[in-house]
């Protein structure tokens, strides 16, 4: 292509938002150290402040402290006076910054930059050759993957997810089996266990630091109606009430296998209830996706590929609606909704329900 067919301005534009782009992945490793340090904590509690009285108010190093002040004024994100020497996390800013924001803390999700970061080469060669890359690689996923979504149930499990499903809550109260796959480090479980003493739970995953992590803190809590196994979720056994899958299903390397154990292990009148990403399997229907360019990094760096990885089918982050109710109806059910709670952007709700027998 000449430069007389190249539209110069729509260059000049485009070469701006590139610019954009490294700027802003810049800061999300800067947001990583942000929350990681506590520093994010620690300026929203302080008045307008130096470097040397951030880095004594957080126990840091203050040469690195003000680097990284560098970065996050001229980023935008803390506001600095040059007469005082001052910097200032602005509320607005604090709001989703901090541990305080909970659900709403989207600098804990900047941790994962350096998770995807670690198997970039690994990644590379799965380009190359195909395959993927083992869930060994990736150390840090369970412990980043519960701090995410265990913000989420703490706000949102008992009051707004369970009751997606009609009449659930007051199942669980008066006592019903239920079963968790995928569970992780097995918070949903145990928050489950504790709202619904009468019922009795089980949480299964194929991560050992996952479910040692979630027996953990079962023992902690004193729960005696929630256990946890290592067990593939393609081979689950037993019969259950209800059986949930949070974020888990698209990451399967037999997710269809999966789906048809389920259908398999629900009593009569049961329910799944499975959560999952909130897109169109049409890649045409997802420019308006919030974390559209999030979602398909996280599928290349990790849920796509983990799959792949053992020789699954790496369905990936973005399967999609059309792709999930296809393959629910493909393992038996017929009877399906789709719910939403209110405030999450990223998660559809599938309520599936297995008929009673006549
Ligand atoms: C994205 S995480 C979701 C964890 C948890 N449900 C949550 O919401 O935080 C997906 C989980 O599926 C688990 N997993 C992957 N393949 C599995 C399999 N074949 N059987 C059981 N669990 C599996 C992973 O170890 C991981 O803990």
């Not at 699954?312 to 999609?320: D, E, K, N, P």
């Given at each position: 292509m000449t430069t007389d067919t190249v539209d110069l301005a729509r260059q000049e534009e485009f070469a701006g938002r590139m610019v954009q782009v490294l700027n802003d992945a810049c800061l999300g490793y800067l947001c990583s150290i942000g929350h990681r340090t506590g520093l994010f904590d620690t300026l929203a509690g302080l008045p307008p402040s130096t470097s040397a009285e951030i880095a004594t108010a957080t126990g840091l190093n203050e040469r690195y402290v003000r680097e990284w002040l560098g970065g996050m004024t001229v980023g935008g994100i803390t506001e600095y006076s040059p007469d005082e020497g001052t910097y200032r996390l602005p509320p607005e800013h604090a709001a989703t910054l901090t541990r305080a924001a909970g659900p709403d803390n989207l600098a804990s999700f900047m941790q994962n930059f350096a998770l995807i970061g670690n198997v970039e080469d690994e990644v590379l060669e799965a380009f190359r050759k195909g395959g993927g890359v083992p869930y060994s690689s990736y150390p840090r996923f369970q412990e980043l993957q519960a701090e995410e979504t265990s913000r989420v149930y703490d706000a949102?499990?008992?009051?707004a997810v369970v009751p997606l499903a009609p009449g659930l809550t007051e199942r669980l109260r008066e006592g019903i089996d239920a079963l968790d796959i995928g569970t992780g480090q097995g918070h949903a479980v145990n928050l489950l266990a504790q709202a619904f003493p009468n019922s009795r739970f089980r949480g299964l995953d194929m991560s050992e630091t996952g479910i040692a992590a979630a027996r953990r803190e079962a023992e902690h809590l004193g729960l005696s109606n929630a256990h946890f196994d290592l067990v593939d979720s393609a081979g689950l056994t037993g019969s259950y009430d209800l059986i949930t899958a949070f974020d888990v299903i698209h990451d399967l390397a037999r997710p269809a296998e999966t789906l048809a154990a389920v259908a398999g292990a629900l009593r009569d009148g049961g329910t799944f209830l499975m959560g999952d990403i909130d897109a169109s399997s049409k890649l045409e229907e997802n420019f308006d996706l919030a974390l559209g360019p999030a979602l398909y990094t996280f599928s290349v760096f990790y849920c796509m590929t983990v799959s792949l990885g053992e020789g699954?089918?790496?369905?990936?982050?973005?399967?999609?609606r059309q792709t999930a109710q296809r393959m629910l109806n493909e393992a038996g059910f017929t009877d399906i909704t789709l719910r939403h709670v209110e405030g999450d952007i990223i998660n559809v709700y599938y309520v599936a329900r297995k008929a009673t027998a006549a």
């Open positions: 949102a499990l008992i009051d699954g089918a790496g369905l990936g982050t973005v399967w999609g």
